[in-house]
Nanobody, 120 residues
Framework: QVQLVESGGGLVQAGGSLRLSCAASGSIFSINAMGWYRQAPGKQREFVAGITSVGSTNYAASVKGRFTISRDNAKNTVYLQMNSLKPEDTAVYYC??????????????WGQGTQVTVSS
């Protein structure tokens, strides 16, 4: 079983920045991809960003150019640097882990989520 622990959420004004962190532990040997999803009230959970162990990345169009995902394989930790935040970025952000191959992403472990609130 993989355990994911998130940190870094909080309240910021529009245009500000936050950095989220997620550390994985437990049965981590099968993991080659980590990422972030988010869910706003009344909305479906949506993909934000993902990264493989070799550094390949994928971003939702809504965050490309503003958010950057990175990973420290030695620490089994993934980060999400969020810049130029907008009120529509307000959501609970969930860390996830799984596998990716041939452009197909499969996430099967989830953190508890961390709240990000952006005021206008």
């Amino acid at each position: 079983q993989v355990q994911l622990v998130e940190s870094g959420g909080g309240l910021v004004q529009a245009g500000g920045s936050l950095r989220l962190s997620c550390a994985a532990s437990g049965s981590i040997f099968s993991i080659n991809a980590m990422g972030w999803y988010r869910q706003a009230p009344g909305k479906q959970r949506e993909f934000v960003a993902g990264i493989t162990s070799v550094g390949s990345t994928n971003y939702a169009a809504s965050v490309k150019g503003r958010f950057t995902i990175s990973r420290d394989n030695a620490k089994n930790t993934v980060y999400l640097q969020m810049n130029s935040l907008k009120p529509e970025d307000t959501a609970v952000y969930y860390c996830t882990s799984g596998r990716a191959s041939s452009g197909s992403w499969s996430f099967n472990s989830w953190g508890q989520g961390t709240q990000v609130t952006v005021s206008s």
